[in-house]
């Protein structure tokens, strides 16, 4: 008897939905026509936003960071936390890791550490130099800090590709860090050609560092996005960089008021540099970052007040083109503006994802950034978390994740295809 009333319910449900989706625009674009002297068909629907993940490797745990070479070979370098870079090349994964720093690590929780070998990127003049930069946990040599994030260039071995050097090792950069969680560790050269740098605000919560919190006090690195020359000794401060003649002022700062930017991007085509923030209790966020910009941190967490201090001018701080609340996420996973070829769909959205396992894409409409979600064939049965995105040298895209269920708990990178 229940299946049968709740199956009239249904007929009535898809009754009244083809009345909807099908009859009442029919009649609402009849009208529209006889309103209108043009003869032109009505403008197309939508296409379909759909992807299908294909699986590349699912040959070790915890893939959160992709990068490649610019140097047309095709290969994927991924992170995996607990230290390792491997590689998949025309998608195999190569059995030997191209390099090891887990002995230079602090030893990291493989099923939930913030800490951990977090971001790789390639010089932009890798074809020649062989260089590369790595930003991971190693144990602090000061009393009170939990650990340091520590930024190290690493060249290429000379007689193998897909080896890096250990004993090329240089120290770029240390950044002390009081707490094990918000940790950044997103690397990309800009088109400009320098090093951008995600800081987290130091860890805890609330950032309760200091009078204002670590995010919106401009003498310390953490909870910013950093911009540096790599060819420098250690490195150098380009002579644009926006707090270069404050006094106070980290010279390395190109935008504050971050709480955890974990992963941003540059997008291939305006060039624009998207990052997500990570939210406290309530709100997660998408930026567009710009030179010099606060992003609010701790006074707003996306477009709420969070911890505001008498008198604070709100009207400085820049707010997120998107954020969305708890009830639909828990922590952001920032993509990319997708501008490869396999999925036209896709073309010009920024794709990014949720922790959660959900993901979205914003579309840029008029003045504002609308979120739809991206529908994914070819998941896991399983529990999936989303760690990370990639993007390839033909800007197609890639999706990093852990999956824990009944196969046991996995990592696994899947490429965005065409479904
Ligand atoms: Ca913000």
């Not at 029919?26 to 068909?41: E, P, R, T």
């Not at 071995?157 to 950069?173: E, G, H, I, T």
Request: hydrophobic residues 35%.
């Amino acid at each position: 008897m229940a299946t049968f009333i709740l199956n009239k319910y249904r007929n009535a449900m898809k009754l009244s939905s083809i009345i909807f989706r099908i009859l009442l625009p029919v009649l609402f674009m009849q009208a529209a026509c006889a309103g209108n002297s043009s003869k032109d068909d009505p403008a197309p629907p939508p296409a379909a936003r759909k992807a299908k993940l294909q699986l590349v490797t699912d040959g070790f745990i915890s893939p959160v960071n992709m990068a490649v070479p610019g140097d047309g070979s095709g290969r994927l370098f991924i992170c995996q936390k607990e230290g390792k870079v491997w590689i998949v090349q025309q998608n195999k994964l190569l059995p030997t890791p191209f390099l090891n720093v887990s002995a230079d690590m602090v030893s990291v929780n493989p099923g939930y550490d913030e800490r951990g070998l977090l971001g790789m990127a390639f010089h932009p003049d890798f074809r020649n130099n062989h260089k590369f930069y790595v930003y991971y946990s190693a144990p602090s040599k000061k009393a009170g800090f939990n650990h340091t994030s520590r930024l190290v260039e690493f060249t290429v071995a000379a007689d193998n590709p897909n080896l890096a050097n250990p004993a090329s090792k240089r120290v770029v950069m240390e950044i002390d860090e009081p707490q094990s969680n918000h940790n950044g560790g997103q690397l990309q050269f800009g088109p400009d050609g320098y090093l951008y740098i995600g800081l987290g605000d130091g860890g805890g919560g609330g950032d309760q560092h200091g009078s204002t919190g670590n995010g919106q006090d401009l003498g310390t690195l953490l909870g910013k996005i950093l911009r540096i020359n790599v060819d420098g000794t250690p490195y150098s401060i380009p002579a644009d960089n926006p707090f270069v003649n404050q006094p106070g002022a980290k010279p390395e700062i190109w935008a504050y008021g971050l709480r955890n930017p974990w992963r941003f991007s540059f997008d291939k085509k305006s060039k624009m540099l998207f990052a997500g923030d990570v939210g406290q209790d309530k709100y997660e966020e998408v930026d567009i970052i710009i030179k010099g910009g606060n992003y609010g941190w701790r006074i707003l967490e996306g477009y709420h007040d969070y911890n505001v201090p008498a008198g604070a001018d709100k009207s400085q701080l820049i707010a997120p083109i998107h954020e969305y609340n708890h009830d639909l996420g828990i922590s952001i996973t920032g993509g990319y503006v997708y501008r490869g070829s396999a999925i036209p769909a896709l073309q010009g959205l920024y794709v990014f994802g949720d922790y959660n396992g959900k993901a979205f894409f914003l579309e840029s409409k008029g003045n504002k950034w609308e979120r739809s979600n991206l529908e994914l064939s070819g998941r896991p049965a399983d529990n999936l978390q989303i760690l990370s995105w990639g993007e390839d040298e033909q800007g197609e895209l890639y999706m990093l994740a852990s999956t824990s269920g009944q196969t046991g708990f996995k990592g696994a990178v899947y490429k965005l295809v065409k479904e």
